[in-house]
């Protein structure tokens, strides 16, 4: 695989165009505590995630990846996240990933600025991306894993691979689309399809998020099913450029 990208790691990252970030809790129900916070993208006036991806392009991809791990991790250390305890889950796009141990230079030097430390990061590759190069997203996750990353899968239940991406990857978390979480407290399949993920990731040591969550029947149907880290509005909606405090 080529490295087109490999110079600007040596140069430093210039973001290809404007942008700024959100951020969204994710809650643990057993601590009543924070887990995480997802790094979402928006305009430099909060505007939605689709007006900045439709600027992304072949030519830019490597540097907006990049640019989006730094701007993520060094906002939120200087919004005090690394002081809440609670870790931070970032986007990662695996085509805009060259080679993983040269590519994550700049993630690595972006949380020493800050004092970061790499176990509180997760990095999240959604199963809606068709993952073309196996070999190559196995090497990434295992560069991630050896400098204490956690990684997850977005989207669980949604995407091209299903199954398959779960038993050949392993990730430390995987996160339940939300189509499939939407109303399950009254669509009894879904229900099944659901407690059989979560059976299957508990059998397999992975921990998992309910994501979309909006309303207390979706919620309690989850919580019987054993699952206890939930993100979505129910809780808090994102906060533009900040950390904000779930309702439990």
Same mark, same amino acid.
């Given at each position: 695989?080529?490295?087109?990208?490999?110079?600007?790691?040596?140069?430093?990252?210039?973001?290809?165009?404007?942008?700024?970030?959100?951020?969204?809790?994710?809650?643990?129900?057993?601590?009543?505590?924070?887990?995480?916070?997802?790094?979402?993208?928006?305009?430099?006036?909060?505007?939605?995630?689709?007006?900045?991806?439709?600027?992304?392009?072949?030519?830019?991809?490597?540097?907006?990846?990049?640019?989006?791990?730094?701007?993520?991790?060094?906002?939120?250390?200087?919004?005090?996240?690394?002081?809440?305890?609670?870790?931070?889950?970032?986007?990662?796009?695996?085509?805009?990933?060259?080679?993983?141990?040269?590519?994550?230079? /700049?993630?690595?030097?972006?949380?020493?600025? @800050?004092?970061?430390?790499? #176990? +509180?990061? %997760?990095?999240?590759?959604? =199963? $809606?991306?068709?993952?073309?190069?196996?070999?190559?997203?196995?090497?990434?996750?295992?560069?991630?894993?050896?400098?204490?990353?956690?990684?997850?899968?977005?989207?669980?239940?949604?995407?091209?691979?299903?199954?398959?991406?779960?038993?050949?990857?392993?990730?430390?978390?995987?996160?339940?689309?939300?189509?499939?979480?939407?109303?399950?407290?009254?669509?009894?399949? /879904?229900?099944?399809?659901?407690?059989?993920? @979560?059976?299957?990731?508990? #059998? +397999?040591? %992975?921990?998992?998020?309910? =994501? $979309?969550?909006?309303?207390?029947?979706?919620?309690?149907?989850?919580?019987?099913?054993?699952?206890?880290?939930?993100?979505?509005?129910?809780?808090?909606?994102?906060?533009?450029?900040?950390?904000?405090?779930?309702?439990?």
């Amino acid at each position: 695989m080529t490295d087109p990208g490999c110079g600007d790691c040596r140069g430093g990252i210039e973001p290809p165009f404007a942008f700024a970030m959100a951020f969204q809790p994710i809650v643990d129900l057993r601590t009543r505590r924070i887990y995480a916070f997802e790094a979402l993208i928006r305009g430099p006036s909060g505007e939605g995630a689709g007006s900045v991806l439709a600027q992304v392009n072949p030519q830019n991809l490597y540097a907006f990846d990049q640019s989006c791990r730094i701007r993520a991790i060094e906002t939120a250390g200087q919004l005090g996240l690394i002081e809440s305890g609670a870790a931070l889950s970032i986007n990662f796009l695996p085509g805009a990933v060259y080679k993983p141990e040269t590519c994550i230079k /700049a993630t690595l030097a972006a949380a020493v600025r @800050v004092d970061f430390p790499p #176990e +509180l990061l %997760i990095f999240e590759v959604t =199963e $809606g991306e068709k993952i073309v190069d196996r070999d190559h997203l196995r090497n990434i996750l295992e560069e991630y894993r050896r400098q204490r990353f956690r990684s997850a899968i977005d989207d669980f239940g949604a995407g091209y691979a299903g199954l398959n991406l779960l038993a050949e990857f392993q990730p430390d978390i995987i996160k339940i689309d939300m189509d499939l979480v939407r109303g399950i407290h009254e669509r009894p399949v /879904a229900r099944k399809v659901v407690l059989a993920m @979560v059976n299957l990731a508990r #059998e +397999l040591g %992975i921990d998992i998020i309910a =994501e $979309g969550i909006e309303t207390q029947g979706e919620l309690a149907v989850l919580v019987e099913m054993g699952v206890h880290l939930f993100q979505g509005y129910l809780f808090a909606k994102p906060g533009f450029q900040s950390l904000p405090k779930p309702v439990f």
